[in-house]
């Protein structure tokens, strides 16, 4: 669901290189929203599995060798203890990490009218493909470390990029702004976990040593808790009819999933 700030930045991709933008059926991205929420309780779902998967599709199909993204997400937020230090994103690391939450792609047939068809831009390409072509995707973050969101903001400013605090929960403003929908999937993580994204980047600045932890806390206590009314300009009434469901029934959903940690919406 992207935003106004998200289509700004991928224009300004194409000021600096050849740009291949993947759109998917935006009827079924929909439905596949609401059943990663009501399934799995992540609204984002199809986003997760498909930052992984559309990329190598493409890359296969264009017999493109060598794919980057950026960190590896343990070695920046955490995970099994030898998980950071993988430099290969391989079909098992996918399996294991890339945010399926246990769903397979299949398990979305038949559910809601979605096809076979419907779920192959989710599909990760079959190895023996990939093993043939030659195809590999790296961690850029594993070559250039290490990763700082900070200065990695800074240079794509400098180079056009817009950044903006996407709602008062978060911390930096420069992260998670083309996707209307992040600003719900947040909240679900705040409710399920106890933390949320402004948590998140927080402990990321303790690490770097930016921010002290008593200081990173003052800020948690005023930001944490903090429902998205509104996320990079996008009212949450938006997102709702977007995916198909009312206030109400998110909340109801939301409550199957969640433990009240404290005050919410």
């Known amino acids: 669901m992207l935003t106004e700030i998200g289509?700004?930045?991928i224009d300004n991709l194409k000021r600096y290189a050849p740009t291949i933008e993947v759109t998917p059926n935006q009827d079924i991205r929909a439905k596949l929203n609401y059943l990663g929420l009501t399934l799995v309780g992540d609204i984002s779902w199809p986003e997760h599995v498909a930052i992984f998967t559309t990329p190598m599709r493409m890359a296969v199909a264009l017999g493109i060798p060598l794919v980057f993204y950026g960190e590896n997400p343990q070695a920046q937020y955490g995970g099994p203890l030898g998980?950071?230090?993988a430099r290969e994103m391989t079909y098992r690391w996918v399996t294991e990490f890339g945010?399926?939450?246990?769903?397979?792609?299949?398990?979305?047939?038949g559910q809601m009218g979605i096809t076979t068809d419907d779920m192959l831009p989710y599909a990760f390409p079959d190895p023996k493909f990939i093993n043939k072509l030659g195809c590999q995707a790296h961690f850029l973050g594993q070559y250039l470390g290490p990763w700082d969101s900070h200065r990695n903001a800074e240079k794509a400013?400098?180079?056009?990029?817009?950044a903006e605090l996407p709602c008062l929960g978060n911390w930096w403003g420069h992260?998670?702004?083309d996707n209307a929908m992040t600003g719900l999937h947040d909240y679900v993580m705040l409710k399920k976990y106890g933390y949320g994204r402004a948590c998140a980047q927080l402990s990321v600045d303790i690490r770097f040593g930016r921010i002290k932890r008593d200081a990173a806390l003052e800020i948690c206590k005023e930001k944490e808790w903090f429902f998205p009314h509104i996320y990079a300009g996008i009212p949450v009434e938006t997102v709702y009819e977007r995916v198909g469901v009312t206030a109400d029934e998110f909340s109801a959903i939301v409550k199957r999933f969640t433990t009240d940690h404290g005050a919410g919406a």
Request: proline share 0%.
């Open 7 to 9: 289509r700004k930045n």
């Open 83 to 85: 998980s950071e230090e």
């Open 99 to 109: 945010g399926f939450l246990g769903l397979r792609t299949s398990d979305m047939v």
């Open 157 to 162: 400013i400098e180079a056009g990029m817009v």
């Open 175 to 177: 992260e998670n702004l």
